[in-house]
């Protein structure tokens, strides 16, 4: 977040036939592959678990990535030889010695990679966060160069390839999310943003994003917005244009960044989500932030990613997508709720359940159904009022066939 430092499904078959059985694995296969499921783990606070103890937490789970802001060393070589993907960040304050000075990116890959490559698995390098949106032009000028000599850097290394760099952008880098067919990147950044884009497609790395349902919810505070931003059964939210009714938040604005990035050329760049969750308790005044809530949006995220069934833009396959956040920040200044989003508590145990324990995944997910067909559509829209802040809303269960349908509920009838 911000760099604020943040009935039987099977009832509708008439019979069992191969293609059951097929869809029965890949449901389970699904269930049992997730290496779409990451976390943030943040450091403002004072009290969080040594780096070793959360290594061990980690691996008790289903997550197999994990997003730092910066570079420990201490939790990059707790997290070595775990298989569990790093992904290591250069601050905003990096930013113009890395954009000025090759050598300074070497030096800072030769700090803060090499010592702990390969048993640490990093996997990305993101150089700045949110710099687009809040960044001075100056800074915003100095992004592509140091992207571009981190890369360098990495080349030099012979990790050129095994290691992608990108940096990571607010929903309000959109201008226009609503409907998601309309998506566009503000225009007063294109140049800059058309450099990013082309550096991203030509060396593979992801364009990652930060979505927050939650945000949008609390810029237009109604009980059909809630149902909508938690994946709970609701009207929906017509695209004119694609005739696709969304049924979620989430999948309307991943598919708003992706037809941003389609009208810029950029169709191959894929997505990544940095940062997505929603806080469990908050300030008086913090409509929305509680532990309902909280878990009903992880819990049928996390089911709507192990359903594979993707987005209606993007079909059939789970962004990567980081949780926020791993333990609360308790040093972390601002509202109530920025200090509880927390998935562990740092006792390590849970603060609520979603199922990623491995010995726990089925226990306590959430019992609303995460519709795994679009609702009949009603060409009325209903508009969404941007939310303030960061998070610019964008007004779910995507348009996909029975076999992407029938593999959504068995995954979450069979996670283990």
Sequence with gaps: MRNRELSSPMAVLPYASPFVFLTLFLAVHVAHSQSFIGVNYGQVADNLPPPAATAKLLQSTSIQKVRLYGSDPAIIKALGNTGIGIVIGASNGDIPALASDPNFAKSWINSNVIPFYPASKIILITVGNEVLTFGERSLMDQLLPAIQNIQNALNDASLGGKIKVSTVHAMAVLQQSEPPSTGSFDPSTSDLMKGLLGFLNATGSPFTINPYPYFAYRGDPRPETLAFCLFQPNGGRFDPNTKINYMNMFDAQLDAVRSALNSMGFKNVEIMVAETGWPYKGDPNEVGA??????????????????????????????????????????KPGAGSERAFGLYKTDLTMTYDVGLSKTRQDSSMPKTPVNPAPTPVNPTPTPANPSPGSKKAVWCVPKAGLVLSLIHWLAMLLMP
Excluded: Q
């Design 290 to 331: 509680s532990v309902e809530n909280a878990k009903a949006y992880n819990g049928n995220l996390i089911a709507h990613l192990r359903s594979m069934v993707g987005t209606p833009l993007m079909p059939g396959k789970s962004v990567d997508t980081y949780l926020f956040a791993l333990y609360d920040e308790d040093l």
